[in-house]
């Protein structure tokens, strides 16, 4: 029926399409399809069966938001940990090639100060190993 | 008087557990049942009754399959399984003892201290 799902696709308009909602969309549509078609079978003309069910079907239900709402804390933390792992993926790169940069330096230029390369190395390995400690710390908390 | 729906909500579950028990219904029918056995005192909205199908059916309590009704046109019907049932009975009980509870704390059938 197409003035129910319509109505149904404009509640869940605000919310993430997870396999979940998706689910959900086709269940309620089925269940007041359902009703509807009772209605006609009562003897209700068929516009006002169906108006009749929209006006009925009331608010997304309190406890029902809270599930909405728990997905899209999910959908979030996902995303931060694929930022951060994007993140962390870009530090590590950069540090390889400035390392990689002192490296050339203290072999090429400076070589009168031994292996001096492994110093500014060190400091600059905190950068990706910060954004590593982040990255674990936001997969273990729930 | 009806019946707020925040007062009620927490014994919908056995409500609904009950209907089924008697009888695999489908959605409309629960709300058909539960209007007019409260005498119009109380009616499920379909986005409640949603939310509360839905959770019975994720803790296993109840399963549904696509039946069809008298006259042809196919329903989502609800049955009860065995844990349901046991659910139920336990349900039941706790309701039962709540009513006794409240009975005693708000009515006046003890002599005051």
Redesign the interface.
Same mark, same amino acid.
């Given at each position: 029926m197409k003035e129910i799902k319509q109505f149904v696709d404009k509640l869940f308009k605000p919310y993430q399409k997870t396999p979940e909602t998706l689910d959900t969309i086709e269940k309620l549509n089925e269940m007041l399809t359902e009703k509807v078609e009772d209605l006609i079978e009562q003897g209700i003309e068929k516009s006002e069966a169906i108006h009749k069910t929209i006006v009925e079907f009331g608010e997304l239900d309190e406890i029902y938001k809270d599930v909405l709402k728990q997905e899209k804390r999910r959908y979030k933390r996902q995303k931060t940990i694929q930022h951060y792992r994007n993140d962390l993926l870009f530090s590590s790169l950069s540090t390889l090639f400035i390392i990689g940069l002192f490296l050339f330096i203290n072999l090429q230029y400076i070589t009168n100060y031994g292996l001096w390369f492994i110093i500014p190395s060190i400091g600059i390995l905190f950068w990706p190993l910060s954004l590593l400690y982040k990255l674990l710390n936001k997969k273990t908390e729930k | 008087m009806a019946i707020s729906s925040d007062l009620i909500r927490g014994h919908l579950e056995v409500v609904i557990l009950k209907m089924i028990s008697e009888k695999d219904r489908? *959605?409309?029918d629960l %709300?058909n049942q539960i209007t007019k056995r409260s005498q119009a005192q109380f #009616?499920i909205?379909? *986005? #409640?009754?949603? *939310?509360?199908v839905?959770?019975l059916e994720k803790k296993g309590l109840i399963e549904s399959y696509i039946g069809t009704k008298s006259?042809g %046109?196919k329903?989502?019907y609800y049955t009860i399984t065995t844990l349901g049932k046991a659910y139920y009975q336990e349900r039941l009980k706790e309701w039962q003892e709540l009513k006794s509870v409240m009975t005693s704390l708000l009515e006046d059938t003890h002599e005051r201290d």
């Open positions: - | 489908y *959605a409309y %709300s #009616t909205k379909e *986005a #409640t009754l949603y *939310a509360m839905q959770r006259k %046109s329903r989502r």
